[in-house]
């Protein structure tokens, strides 16, 4: 008797938990949706917009120019310095090597070379050019003495170029 009562117990608690509704007889609660979700109460309205119109739209800043415009600070450490050129011969991480390598072109150079450290790379950058057609020329110099170059824009010494 006692197990029979168990059964039936078991089988009515099953039956509860696998009821479904049928068609129409949705056991829907207040705030769902038909697929069950929770529904938010709308706001009251939204808030404006503010669109900021302009009569024209913003023009394209050219670089460049704004680079060859540039004159450095007149501090202490840049006295007598301006916007120029230098011919890069080598980035490397390693310390070592960039010193060799300066070394390297100071002897075969009549130029001064500068070992440059810009986190996390060391350059070796030769030469205090005013223009680019100056860069050029001393590229193709440097080029002839065995070295793989480029054309970068840095911070010159005019006076060391006038040595």
């Given at each position: ?17 696998t ?7 949705r ?7 038909e ?16 669109v ?33 050129y230098r ?19 100071s ?5 001064p ?6 986190p ?6 030769v ?15 440097v ?5 793989e ?5 840095d ?9």
């Amino acid at each position: 008797m006692r197990a029979a009562l168990i059964i039936f117990l078991c089988a009515i608690l099953l039956a509860g938990c696998t009821f479904l509704p049928a068609a129409g007889q949705r056991g829907e609660r207040k705030g769902e949706d038909e697929a069950g979700q929770l529904v938010l109460p709308e706001a009251e309205s939204a808030p404006p917009m503010v669109v900021d119109e302009k009569a024209d739209p913003p023009t394209k800043t050219d670089y460049h120019a704004l680079a060859d415009q540039y004159q450095p600070e007149e501090t202490a450490e840049n006295l007598g310095r301006q916007r120029g050129y230098r011919v890069q011969i080598l980035t490397t991480q390693n310390p070592d090597i960039a010193e060799e390598i300066k070394n390297n072109a100071s002897n075969k150079l009549d130029r001064p070379v500068y070992r440059i450290y810009d986190p996390p790379y060391y350059k070796v950058r030769v030469g205090d050019c005013l223009s680019h057609e100056q860069a050029e020329e001393l590229e193709k110099d440097v080029r002839k003495a065995g070295f793989e170059t480029f054309i970068v824009r840095d911070i010159v010494e005019p006076e060391a170029n006038e040595k």
